[in-house]
């Protein structure tokens, strides 16, 4: 029985603290431009892929390599916002279609020139092996993932919390015109959240990118995740997104490790937060700020 | 007598107190039965010329005619459902289980494939009248995905990773080519079936009271009109008529798989229907259908493997270039219209 309890409370932590990675930006954005970020897929694949691509076929080493794949990723988010979020900020039916449009170019044109049977490994691997908690054994890597992935959540809310530019973005995320009557420069702050959210995604996914499958769709899954955590959470809402990804993390825990059927893990994800819809239709948390 | 005169941009015939028209230009023909005259003859000169094409309308037929319920739900209930596949599948697994399980042709699967697919989307119903926005979005995205998941989790009973075989045909004449010709009609008369029951609903008294709901909610509330009525009715009346989609796909491929039905994929192609051919306009889904159909071939056979990204691209340029969709080309003139938006920004 006690086994079975650390297990749980290890994979918890360690599930949830990766889920909070993945679905952070998602969050961010829902919170601050109250849109549903579908094309937020495609951010997986290019960090993984476009980092390959300049290791491998450009023959840079891992350190630049990962700040041209962060250069791109800035370049792609700049052209999303300007292209098609700006465009479309009112018609949200045309923007999300685009955005969806959007993934499946990306990963179709990443499955072109690498498809899935091509080996892609990175070498983002901070401490190889793993380690035992008690009698819980857990790859080090996603441990050292979990407690990189807490400190930068505490590091994304001292932001909001603290500075001006984290005050501006919270007034924005509670009244679009409020804040323009205050002065903020909305559309530059949007812009700025567009790439600010990436950080934590792209972290998120070179941590994971040695011990994890990698594949061209490999973002529809993250982004599931990311969906079903904004949700539960209250949409765009902080302290929600890391209740709700502890919470699913708990219940991806109970399902691998108590009851012991793994295939049901994302069914009972999205079992509970259907619950928890029908029951709180606004979340765990209002979401009324981002904070 | 009848009496032929030809004006200067039309012509008029008479008999006896009757009266007809004809524009002679033919962006003004809106005479659905021309255009239903021309679908029937195409199938017929495909044969001759390019059998491969009679494949290609099947498809399209298909789209539009899960085009055409998906925008009458989008109508019916004020909200826009992300997962119209979802209903596909479900039309599709019964059919196909059904089926396979005891050997039943397409005649007898059809009555219990709608069936049960009408019980789905009545369970699925009270989703229109608690959830609104982005959560409704969201909760129809994930239908489709959960009932994929399901197929993986029970593949015993769904085999969700290499899809289901063995189902009976839709027709067997002993000859493929004349299969497929007959097959194309059928599809036709589906489609066109659709168009009809749909368009005279949104024409109706009914229809009215759709766009009444689209305008406000609560509006029409306060005028008498019992929306959750309407709501789950157009709900679960055109998630019936997607699954008649499904148990096509279902006996046409002989084969059924939750891999190409409940994913990001096909969902975008019949919204890409619905939108790229006007997203207000019935007649629209069926110029979409087509259109998008047509161009995935062509890309196909042009261009090989990298279709794959340029066909979203052109799509995307598309829905950037023709923000009334292809019908929008056609029409003259601008009708009130009625669709509802996803509010979620305050």
């Known amino acids: 029985m006690w086994v079975y309890i650390q297990n749980l409370l290890v994979y ?30 495609y951010i997986f694949p290019v960090t993984i892929y476009v980092t390959w691509m300049f290791l491998q076929d450009l023959g840079w080493s891992l350190i630049p390599a990962i700040f041209g794949m962060v250069a791109v990723q800035f370049i792609i988010a700049f052209l999303i916002y300007k292209g098609v979020i700006k465009k479309y900020l009112d018609k949200e039916l045309e923007m999300l279609v685009a955005l969806l449009l959007i993934t499946v170019i990306i990963e179709q044109a990443i499955n072109y020139q690498y498809p899935m049977q091509t080996g892609v490994y990175l070498q983002t691997e901070l401490i190889k092996g793993t380690t035992q908690i008690g009698s819980v054994i857990v790859s080090t890597q996603l441990l050292i993932g979990s407690i990189i ?24 995320s509670q009244s679009i015109y409020g804040s323009q009557i205050v002065g903020i420069n909305v559309e530059s702050l949007y812009i700025f959240t567009m790439m600010f959210v990436l950080v934590p995604v792209m972290i998120g996914t070179l941590i ?75 979340g765990l948390t209002r979401s009324e700020s981002l904070w | 007598m009848v009496d032929i005169e030809l004006k200067r941009d039309r012509v008029v015939i008479r008999l006896k107190d009757k009266k007809w028209e004809w524009m002679i230009e033919p962006r003004y023909w809106r005479n659905s039965i021309l255009w239903v005259a021309l679908l029937l003859v195409f199938p017929a000169v495909a044969y001759f010329i390019s059998p ?64 049960i697919t009408l019980f789905a989307a009545l369970v699925f119903s009270p ?52 299969n497929f010709l007959v097959i194309a009609y059928i599809s036709i008369v589906i489609m066109v079936l659709f168009l009809l029951v749909i368009n005279k609903v949104v024409k109706s008294r009914y229809g009215l009271i759709m766009a009444a709901i689209n305008d406000d909610e609560e509006v029409a509330h306060g005028i008498g009109v019992n ?26 491929f002989s084969s059924f798989a939750g ?32 259109f998008v159909a047509f161009l995935e071939m062509i890309l196909i056979r042009t261009m090989g493997p990298m279709q794959a990204v340029v066909f979203p691209v052109i799509l995307i340029i598309l829905l950037f270039a023709l923000p009334e969709g292809l019908f929008g080309i056609y029409r003259k003139r601008r009708y009130r219209e009625y669709f509802p938006t996803i509010h979620v920004r305050r």
């Not at chain 2, 085009?67 to 992300?82: C, E, S």
């Not at chain 2, 396979?100 to 042709?105: E, F, L, S, V």
């Open chain 1, 12 to 41: 918890t932590f360690v599930l949830g603290s990766i889920y909070l990675l993945v679905s952070l930006g998602f969050s961010i954005i829902c919170g601050v431009l109250r849109i549903f970020h579908l094309g937020y897929a």
């Open chain 1, 149 to 172: 992935a807490l400190l930068l959540t505490g590091l994304f809310v001292l932001f909001f919390l603290k500075t001006r530019t984290g005050l501006a973005i919270r007034a924005i």
């Open chain 1, 208 to 282: 994971i990118a040695p011990v994890w499958t990698v594949d061209p769709q490999m973002g529809q899954l993250y982004m599931f995740t990311a969906i079903l955590v904004a949700v539960l959470g209250g949409l765009g809402n902080l302290k929600g997104t890391i209740m709700a990804s502890f919470l699913i993390g708990a219940v991806h825990a109970v399902m691998c490790f108590i009851v012991g059927e793994p295939r049901f893990m994302t069914l009972s994800a999205l079992v509970l937060v259907m619950i928890v819809l029908i029951v709180r239709p606004q």
């Open chain 2, 52 to 115: 491969g094409l009679i494949n290609t309308m099947i498809s399209a037929n298909l789209l539009a005619a899960i085009a055409l319920p998906m925008q009458l739900m989008t109508l019916g209930t004020g909200r826009v459902n992300f997962g119209p596949n979802f209903f596909v599948g479900v039309g599709g697994y019964a059919a196909a289980l059904l089926s396979i399980a005891y050997g039943w042709g397409p005649l007898a699967t059809l009555p219990f494939a709608i069936l």
């Open chain 2, 127 to 178: 989703l229109v009248v608690v959830a609104r926005g982005l959560y409704y979005v969201l909760l129809s995205l994930l239908l489709p995905f959960v009932f994929f998941e399901v197929t993986i989790i029970y593949t015993d009973i769904f085999k969700g990773d290499t899809g289901l075989f063995g189902i009976k045909p839709l027709l067997d004449l002993g000859n493929a080519r004349i």
């Open chain 2, 227 to 252: 929306i959750n009525k309407v709501k789950i009715l157009s709900f679960v009346f055109s998630a019936g008529m997607i699954g008649v989609a499904g148990w096509f796909y279902a006996h046409y």
């Open chain 2, 259 to 290: 891999q190409t039905y409940l994913t990001f994929t096909f969902m975008l192609k019949i919204f890409l229907a619905m939108m790229i051919g006007g997203r207000t306009q019935v007649f629209g889904c069926v110029v979409g259908g087509y």
